[in-house]
Each structure stands twice: as C-alpha cells, then as structure tokens.
T-cell receptor
Framework: NAGVTQTPKFQVLKTGQSMTLQCAQDMNHNSMYWYRQDPGMGLRLIYYSASEGTTDKGEVPNGYNVSRLNKREFSLRLESAAPSQTSVYFC????????????FGQGTRLTVV | GESVGLHLPTLSVQEGDNSIINCAYSNSASDYFIWYKQESGKGPQFIIDIRSNMDKRQGQRVTVLLNKTVKHLSLQIAATQPGDSAVYFCAENIEVWGGGADGLTFGKGTHLIIQP
C-alpha cells in the first residue's frame, strides 16, 4: 500500500523472545497507528501517535511498547512475546483535512510458538 | 465499552448486482466514519468516508449512507465485479481538532462474495 512500509512481513518467535516491528511512511502524516488483526475480532488499536514525540495507548496495549522515532517512523516492540500475541499487525497513517488520507501497510504476520 | 459492529458476516451477490453492506454503531459521539476493503493477504484499503453532518456521500460505484437516528451506516456497491470480493469493515472515530486522532474503532467485517 502506497506510502506505508512495514518490516518484516513474516516472523516466528519463541515464547519469551523480543522483537521490534518497524513502520515507515513517506507521506508526511502526523498520525500513525499500530493495529492487530485476529480472526473474528476485526482490527484493534494497540498504540497510536498523534504527532512526533507523542504516543498513547489504544484498546489492547498490554505486552507492547512503541517509539515514535521521528515523523516517518513508528515502531512496535514486544519485549517478551507470548502465544496470545500471534496475530497480523498493521501500521496505519491518517490525516483528516478537507480530503481524508488513510493508508495501511501490508501487515506483519507474527507467530509465537 | 461502545463498539462498531456489522450485521452479517458473509454476503453473497451475483456479479452485476448491487450489494449493500450494513454497519451498526453505538457511540453517539462518533462524528466520522470510514469504510475499508481488505483483500486476502493485504492491508485494509480506504474506500470512502463520511462525517456525521452528512447523510450520504458518493464515490465511484460506492455510496455510503449514514442514519444517525438509528446509528446505522451502510455501504452500497453498484454493479459488483469479481474484484469487489473482499472483507469490508466500517470504522468510527471522534474527530480531534488539528488533525490528530485517537484511533479508529473497527467492526468485525463482512465478507462479500461475488458469484459469477
């Protein structure tokens, strides 16, 4: 999807391992978001960042941390992965002015065993 | 907590027919709604949005209707094509001044199947 790049696309972790999901955008949007998507649950907001230097918890923040490194990058970290964190993770950007621009990355499929 | 939901998990329509996907929301303070399309293995793709001061908005082959009285949102797709097969999500938000946002609340999705 245009403008939002996530890495990696796939990852398998063992319980207790840590990792960081990276997200970068080239559209100069202020707001960035991390969602997880589970079967039958839709997308749930983990954390968001309304602007560089600020982050806030969403609906399901437990077990995660985030860093808004600069305007372009917003990373999601799992300090000690658990099987319950097996999911597909999406980074998104949004700007609402006269015309809305909202884009999601391609997703990171994470499996914790 | 308040949530957004969809009435039907799966909707099957004939190619060329019109389709209507429904969504109910419960947060009366929500003032902004978006419809997304998600194809298998891809991220959600923005389709169309509508603000709460509007009842209807049209795009290319798509129309979103908002009924605030009954807190109902619908997406109409005209002359459906095979490429319309996907999961469709509605999402709601309370608009924050200045362009910042506290994140969208999504429904669980409706799987639209286009039959030949």
């Amino acid at each position: 999807n245009a403008g939002v790049t996530q890495t990696p696309k796939f990852q398998v972790l063992k319980t207790g391992q840590s990792m960081t999901l990276q997200c970068a955008q080239d559209m100069n949007h202020n707001s960035m978001y991390w969602y997880r998507q589970d079967p039958g649950m839709g997308l749930r907001l983990i954390y968001y960042s309304a602007s560089e230097g600020t982050t806030d918890k969403g609906e399901v923040p437990n077990g995660y941390n985030v860093s808004r490194l600069n305007k372009r990058e917003f990373s999601l970290r799992l300090e000690s992965a658990a099987p319950s964190q097996t999911s597909v993770y999406f980074c998104a950007i949004m700007r609402r002015n006269m015309n809305t621009e909202a884009f999601f990355g391609q997703g990171t499929r994470l499996t914790v065993v | 907590g308040e949530s957004v939901g969809l009435h039907l998990p799966t909707l099957s329509v004939q190619e060329g027919d019109n389709s209507i996907i429904n969504c109910a929301y419960s947060n009366s303070a929500s003032d902004y709604f978006i419809w997304y399309k998600q194809e298998s293995g891809k991220g959600p793709q923005f389709i169309i949005d509508i603000r709460s001061n509007m009842d209807k908005r049209q795009g290319q082959r798509v129309t979103v209707l908002l009924n605030k009285t009954v807190k109902h949102l619908s997406l109409q797709i005209a002359a459906t094509q095979p490429g319309d097969s996907a999961v469709y999500f509605c999402a709601e938000n309370i608009e924050v001044w200045g362009g910042g946002a506290d994140g969208l609340t999504f429904g669980k999705g409706t799987h639209l199947i286009i039959q030949p």
